[in-house]
């Protein structure tokens, strides 16, 4: 079955800015990450006070989600199982991983912290995004060299296609050291809620990955 799919929405946080579809939304002042996700969150007043005990990954998928579905609301619209979310980047919780190794590394001074450790794994940005939207759909998180949107259209295409799904949240959140890079899209079906800002597919999806900001 051949479905139509549309971007409804996009956030980009990348260079310490923040965009959601098209729009500008914040510019950090402060240069490292920490410093800047957290005056982000506090610039939009996002009130979720369990962001400060999550990891760099889960801090920066987390805010990327939040402006991705301001003002929606995936669960009344499509119930708890019918938004899926599929994301991807190259360094896994890599970012983590160095600091669960160094938590460990002296037997003298052995203090390795389970608050870290739960974070050792990327899925686990899916779950906080799924606890604070309420969604409990199909999901998956794939570790990949570079930003592939040919897979993601053929993948979240085919979701779809089987009826799997009836929204998605997909795309791109890497963290490893200094660098990173959120791209999330959010995917629906053409003349459900709103005709989208642009056509779901692989010219469209790379257009928007590499928009400058």
Partial sequence: MSVSLHISNFCLIRNNHVMAGKHLL???KEIAFQDFIKEAYQHFKIGYPKFYKMDNLSKLGFMAAELLLKDRDLNRDYGKDGT??????AAASLDTDRN??????DRNNYFPSPSVFVYTLPNILMGEISIRHHLFGENA???QKKFDSLFMVEYVTQLFEKQIVACCI???VEMDADQYD???FLVEKTGQLNDGIT???VRNIDDIYCLKI
């Fill in 199 to 201: 056509i779901f597919n």
């Fill in 182 to 184: 959120a791209v999330l």
């Fill in 170 to 172: 997909t795309g791109w």
């Fill in 100 to 105: 669960y190794q160094i938590s460990i590394n």
């Fill in 26 to 28: 914040f510019t950090g």
């Fill in 141 to 143: 998180f794939f570790i």
């Fill in 84 to 89: 899926g979310i599929i994301l991807a980047n």
